[in-house]
């Protein structure tokens, strides 16, 4: 099987080194400074203690006859309808987007092709040292890799992902599983935002009650808009008193968990997350 791997940060890099190293033939498209260092040291990542180099090709260019089974979209959400416009020039059959966005599937497939698209959603995070790649798998009780329901798609991606040991789930509503995935991180991003010392943002009692307050509301206004809360566990969220809630988060906050899965790409990509704040709020007005 053939898979692309369309964008080379921490979630494209971490998918690429393990789909690799499960024995699929793995191609990485990336620009700029990192398609420079992926040219001159190949795909460097940390497993344990020891870095390894990743078996995969790297491409520049994208030709319109150079097919895969499989087109893995690891761009940011600012980035989404560039990298579709691009993509609608190849005849490539599937194109997993894993990307955070309120927007439709059916306005992306508008954009790269009818039938081409399936949802899902990545469960890792990290971020570089250097030029290698030091990131992570969440764990499968927080978040697995989410896949949505596309006719039996999902069923033949899942089955490439647990070849490559891949922890992931099948939701039947992606659209209201990222809706609630937002819900909770652009008001856990807006702390880190709001302090003038992120790294320990956990330390602030008020902040983090404020912050469990903001993901409880968001969560109610979902609910009140008949959409059922995906997975169950957010419901959690709106049940236990705000003031629990937010001692929880500031151990979550001050803990490698924290860390690795919420302050660096937050940190990394306050456009992103900002732009993904005015899409969640212009929504639920």
Not at 17 to 30: M, N, P, Q
Not at 67 to 93: I, M
Not at 104 to 129: Q, S, V
Not at 141 to 170: F, M, S
Request: proline share 5%; hydrophobic share 45%; glycine share 8%.
């Amino acid at each position: 099987m053939r898979i692309l791997i369309f964008g080379a940060g921490v979630i494209g890099s971490l998918y690429a080194a393990l789909l690799a190293e499960a024995g699929f033939d793995v191609s990485v498209y990336a620009r700029g400074l990192r398609l420079e260092s992926l040219r001159q040291d190949g795909l460097l990542y940390k497993s344990n203690a020891e870095i390894r180099k990743a078996p995969v090709k790297v491409l520049s260019k994208l030709e319109a006859g150079d097919l895969y089974d499989l087109v893995f979209l690891t761009v940011r959400e600012n980035q989404l309808h560039a990298a579709l416009e691009e993509l609608r020039q190849n005849s490539s059959p599937a194109i997993v987007t894993m990307v955070n966005s309120l927007e439709t599937y059916e306005k992306w497939e508008a954009i790269c092709g009818e039938g081409r698209i399936i949802p899902a959603f990545p469960g890792a995070g990290g971020g570089f040292d250097g030029n290698v790649l030091d990131a992570a798998l969440t764990p499968r009780l927080i978040q697995p890799t989410t896949i949505g329901k596309t006719g039996g798609r999902e069923k033949d991606l899942a089955r490439v992902l647990h070849r490559a040991k891949i922890p992931c789930q099948i939701v039947r509503d992606m659209h209201a599983w990222q809706l609630c995935h937002l819900a909770m991180v652009v008001p856990i991003a807006d702390a880190y935002y709001e302090t003038a010392d992120p790294e320990h943002a956990g330390r602030d009692a008020a902040l983090m009650r404020k912050t469990a307050k903001q993901i409880r509301d968001n969560l109610d206004a979902i609910a009140a808009r008949k959409i059922r809360l995906s997975p169950g566990k957010m419901q959690a969220f709106r049940l236990l008193p705000a003031p629990l809630v937010g001692w929880a988060l500031g151990f979550v906050f001050e803990s490698s968990f924290g860390d690795r899965f919420m302050y660096r790409h937050s940190m990394k990509a306050p456009d992103e997350m900002r732009q993904l704040h005015e899409q969640l709020y212009r929504w639920l007005e």
